[in-house]
Each structure stands twice: as structure tokens, then as C-alpha cells.
């Protein structure tokens, strides 16, 4: 009986140890330096990795997981859960702007976790033994460089006392909304999403043997569910391969994504919404000539708000490369419920609902409500009431609640909020089910995602999601950058006594600094039209200022934060001389 992934890769390893499992592309391009790992051999490694963390007694202890992108992680990752130790994937510092972030991030996750062990990529352990004197945290910890544990400590590997409720590991929430909380994964809960996200998929035997075992390219965090519990995890589970590279490299070029999918020839390659604007960006008629997207049957889109108008865009730029419709996949998912709940059809365009003639974007195509698709087998999805806990008809709003074998444990040491959001009752159903906080309908059978709980704004009694007003300003002016605006409300004048009133932060290029006094008055005048509303206060900053999560989630709360304290980026017009 299969208890584990550990028991998958085992058995792939056993039946065939010189198949890929993983290859990573060290400079982001297919031309350039190319590192692989078998199933034998990322069997005996991982083996390797859990023989010498039970020598040390750290069975049933966490460990934080902090790696450079690569194929170490994956050897230590799978390492843990074949010891029955705990994995806790983190961010590794890494260079100056990001390293006060990182190190922060990473001090948190290590005294929530009460983590016994760090292991790493070489690098990382001897950067973490210079700030040893910063960082008085590390000095009761086990730290190791996972390279350097000799192949031939598999040896001694004892087979972990395992079962479906075991910890596999802590999924940290990327803290869109709230501090970043620990989930629960258990071995039950991640067998039972793979299997969702197979069937979902598509994954089957024979589309497996027709792309040779190639099904995934991706250049998404492995420390992040998306990039983790899909690409990295569901390889595995299925005995397939995988072609990796890092998520800088992929913001450095972005065609290099298209470029690998078209070398490699995957069946699943996918990314936050943004990542489709981005490669728009580079589409240059050189890289369509060189293309080939015939293969690329799904093409994943989930994490953020999906863009009718991006999957428009994507499928008419680079349908001329071979790309069709068919394989756009909205779907989605969150860490509390291990990763994917619903997906779309595959070889089936996504279904998009038409704005209402009486909303805010009537006859507007690019404003239509894209669906993220179908629950899995096995999981229910209703939308109630989060104030009545009550069942909620098909079309109308509510939150988004899921039942099912993939919903987590809980939160690490959370007992409060465990119970607050993993234990709801609804009416006219058996067992619990887990609030997501998130809002979204129901139609025909597919779920709509329209935006979070917490960010919902309200004035004079109304609520107008976030997502709708950002949608607005950036389809009034064509310099707003996709995906990169903020909406969220704040007090209105005399203390208050105005009600709340809503503020919108855009990013836009410097070089459109001069029109920024008319590309305001736009974006006023069009949330005026479309949604009664008068705008307390645009202001435009410069790109990649908004704050956003690991997964590319707008921070609306951390933007409103950094509006009420001044210290947006803001683009200034320049001045006259």
C-alpha cells in the first residue's frame, strides 16, 4: 500500500532508475550548462538525506529547507518525508534588497516552526555561519550543507513509522491578507491532491507515454505550492520528468519559458496571470518564428486574478507558434487546501461569463468572469453565507468553501485559528469544511473566484470587490502595467465621519511620468462610469514597487499601509526647465 510519495519515488526508482526525473537549466536557456538527477538516483539521495537525519534523532522534528533554485531541494525535501521529519520550505537569503526581507521572513518561520535543523545548499549554510552573530537563533541549530552528506549514509535509512495523518510538511501561507500561518500537510492530504490534480489534468498513462514522460517545464518557486505541490510533486507521483530553471532567469527573459516549452515539449507548463502578460511583452516576431506550442496542453493560470483579456491576448499573439485555446487552464487552489481544488476541462476553451448589460462592464469582452473551472473528484465546493454559515443558491456571491481528503490538518500551533477556519458546519452537509476567505458563484457546476473576504470594500453600504475597480483603471489607460494595481478603501475626512472612501495605486513606466496628470483623470473618470464611485485618491508609482506575495498576489493591506504612511514609490511628472 502506497503511504506516502516516498513509496512512488521508490518504486519508480525500482522500475526504472535510469529514467529523468529532474533537469534543471543552470543559465535559464536549453543551449547552456543542463543538470539531471534519475529516479535511482534522487532515490538513493533522499535515502541518504533521511539516514542521516534519524542517526541524529530529528525524526518527527521540523526542518527548514533554504536552497537556491535548483536539484538539491528537491533530494532534501523528499529526504525528510522518507525520515519522518517535518519539512518547512523557506526563502534562502540572497542578495542585499532581498536579504533584510528573507532574513526576517526566515527568523519568523524558524521560531514558529521550532525548527531543529537547517539544511541548505553549500552557499547558503556558509552564509548563514557569517551572520551566526546576527542571528543568535541559529546557534542551537543543526545546520548542513545536504551536498555534502556522503551518498553511502543510505545505508543505514530505516523505513519511517508513517501514516495518512502524519505531518508532511509546513506550507507557509505567502500572507496576502494575515501573517504567514503553517500548514499542515499530512502524507494523506498530498497523495490525495496529486491524484486531483492527475485527474484534473489529465495525467493519464497514455498521455504519459505519448510525450515520452515530458510533462512539465517550470521556472516557479519550489519554497511556494504552486510551484511545489504541481511541477515537483506531481512528477513524482507519476514517474514522469521535469525540466526546471529559475524563477529569476524567467523575470530576467521571459521568452526563455516558451523557448524551453517548445525544446522539451511538455504536456503542463503554467504560471500566475502575470507571467502570461510578461511573455506578451517579449513577443517579438523573431521569437514566434522560432517557436513551436503544439504540444502545451495545459497551460495553467491560477494564484492571482485571471485576465479574460490575457488569455485573449496569449492565444492571438502565439496561436501563430501553434498555441490554441484549449489549453488555457484557469484554475484554483490555496495551501490550506494543499494546492489545486477546482481546474478547467482539458482540450476545452475556459468558460467566461459576459459582464452583466447592467454592471459596470456592460458589453465589454475583456471584462469577462473567467471560470477556474471544475472541483476534483472527491471535492466539494460550496459558496455560503460567511456570516450565516448558510448554503448560498447558484450566481450569488459568497464565500468559497471546500470539504475534501486534500483540506489540511490545520494551522502549525494554531489551535484558534485552526478552528475558526478548518472546522465550519454547514447546513445540509456531512463533516467540516475549510473557509478560504475567499468570495466567488457558483454556475453550472464552475467556479468564479471574485476576490478575498478581508479586501472586500463597502461604501454607503455597497460592496465593490477590489479586483473590479483595478480591472477598471487598468482598461481605461493602456500605460497602467496588467496585474499591477491596487484597490482598497480608507477613512474619508473628518476622522472618519465620511465614511470609507476608495484610494487606487497604479504602476506605470517612468517614461509616462508627463502624461501622469491625464492618465489620473482617466482612471477617476472611468471608476466614475463604471462604478458610481468618486475615487478619493489615485496615485501612480513606479513598477514593481506594489507590494505582492511569493505567488504574485497583490498586498492590497500592505499598499494601503504604505499610502497611509507615504511611502509609495510615486511617479512624479517632471518638471518644467
Not at 529532474?22 to 539516514?51: F, H, K, M, N, P
Request: glycine share 10%; net charge negative.
Amino acid at each position: 500500500m502506497v503511504r506516502s510519495l516516498v513509496d512512488l519515488l521508490f518504486q519508480h526508482a525500482a522500475h526504472h532508475p535510469d529514467r529523468t526525473a529532474y533537469r534543471y537549466l543552470a543559465t535559464g536557456d536549453c543551449d547552456g550548462e543542463i543538470q539531471e538527477i534519475s529516479y535511482g538516483r534522487l532515490a538513493d539521495r533522499s535515502r541518504a538525506v533521511a539516514a542521516w537525519l534519524q542517526e541524529r534523532g530529528l525524526a518527527g522534528s521540523r526542518a527548514m529547507l533554504l536552497y537556491p533554485p535548483g536539484l538539491e531541494f528537491i533530494s532534501a525535501y523528499l529526504g525528510c518525508l522518507a525520515a519522518g521529519v517535518v519539512a518547512v520550505p523557506g526563502v534562502p537569503p540572497q542578495g542585499r534588497a532581498q536579504n533584510h526581507r528573507a532574513l526576517t521572513r526566515m527568523k519568523r518561520l524558524i521560531a514558529d516552526a521550532d525548527a531543529k535543523v537547517i539544511l541548505g545548499g553549500r552557499e547558503v549554510i556558509a552564509a548563514l555561519a557569517d551572520q551566526a552573530e546576527h542571528l543568535p537563533e541559529l546557534a542551537d541549530l543543526t545546520r548542513v550543507a545536504t551536498q555534502d552528506v556522503p551518498d553511502e549514509a543510505a545505508a543505514s535509512w530505516r523505513e519511517p513509522d508513517l501514516t495518512a495523518d502524519s505531518v508532511a510538511f509546513l506550507q507557509y501561507t505567502s500572507g496576502s491578507t494575515s501573517a504567514p500561518r503553517g500548514v499542515m500537510v499530512t502524507h494523506g492530504n498530498l497523495l490525495d491532491n496529486e491524484r486531483v490534480i492527475t485527474e484534473r489534468m489529465g495525467h493519464t498513462p497514455d498521455v504519459m507515454a505519448e510525450y515520452g514522460h515530458e510533462m512539465f517545464v517550470s521556472w516557479l518557486p519550489v519554497y511556494h505550492d504552486m510551484g511545489l505541490i504541481g511541477p515537483v510533486l506531481n512528477t513524482v507521483h507519476l514517474g514522469a520528468t521535469a525540466t526546471f530553471f529559475s524563477p529569476l532567469h524567467f523575470l530576467q527573459r521571459p521568452e526563455r519559458w516558451l523557448t524551453a516549452i517548445s525544446h522539451y515539449r511538455p504536456h503542463t507548463s503554467g504560471g500566475p496571470n502575470f507571467a502570461y502578460e510578461l511573455c506578451l511583452k517579449h513577443a517579438t516576431p523573431g521569437l514566434l518564428d522560432g517557436l513551436d506550442l503544439s504540444s502545451w496542453k495545459v497551460a495553467f493560470n491560477g494564484a492571482e486574478p485571471v485576465r479574460a483579456a490575457t488569455l485573449r491576448r496569449f492565444t492571438d499573439t502565439f496561436a501563430p507558434a501553434g498555441f490554441r485555446s484549449e489549453a488555457l487552464y484557469p484554475c484554483y487552489g490555496l495551501a490550506e487546501a494543499t494546492l489545486m481544488v477546482t481546474g478547467s476541462t482539458v482540450h476545452t476553451p475556459p468558460t467566461l461569463l459576459q459582464a452583466p448589460e447592467t454592471g459596470p462592464h456592460a458589453g465589454q469582452a475583456d471584462a469577462a468572469a473567467v471560470s477556474s473551472g471544475r472541483p476534483g473528484p472527491d471535492v466539494t465546493v460550496a459558496i455560503a453565507d460567511p456570516e450565516r454559515h448558510e448554503e448560498l443558491p447558484e450566481g450569488e456571491t459568497g464565500e468559497i468553501w471546500v470539504r475534501g481528503a486534500s483540506v489540511a490538518k490545520g494551522y502549525w500551533r494554531n489551535a484558534l485559528a485552526t478552528r475558526e477556519t478548518f472546522r465550519a458546519t454547514l447546513a445540509g452537509h456531512e463533516g467540516r469544511f475549510l473557509r478560504t476567505g475567499d468570495l466567488g458563484f457558483l454556475s453550472d457546476g464552475e467556479l468564479f473566484v471574485t476576490g478575498r473576504l478581508k479586501d472586500l470594500i463597502v461604501i454607503d453600504g455597497r460592496n465593490h470587490y477590489p479586483q473590479d475597480l483595478e480591472l477598471t483603471a487598468e482598461m481605461a489607460h493602456p500605460e497602467l502595467r496588467p496585474g499591477c494595481t491596487a484597490a482598497f478603501s480608507v477613512e474619508g475626512d473628518h476622522g472618519g465621519a465620511g465614511g470609507e472612501q476608495p484610494v487606487v495605486v497604479a504602476e506605470i513606466a517612468p517614461d509616462a511620468a508627463s502624461e501622469a496628470e491625464k492618465i489620473i483623470d482617466v482612471i477617476r473618470s472611468g471608476i466614475g462610469d463604471a462604478h458610481g464611485l468618486s475615487v478619493r485618491d489615485v496615485v501612480l508609482v513606479r513598477p514593481g514597487t506594489i507590494p505582492k506575495t511569493s505567488s504574485g498576489k497583490i498586498q492590497r493591506r500592505a499598499t494601503r499601509a504604505a499610502y497611509l504612511d507615504g511611502t509609495l514609490a510615486v511617479v512624479t511628472e517632471p518638471s518644467l526647465s
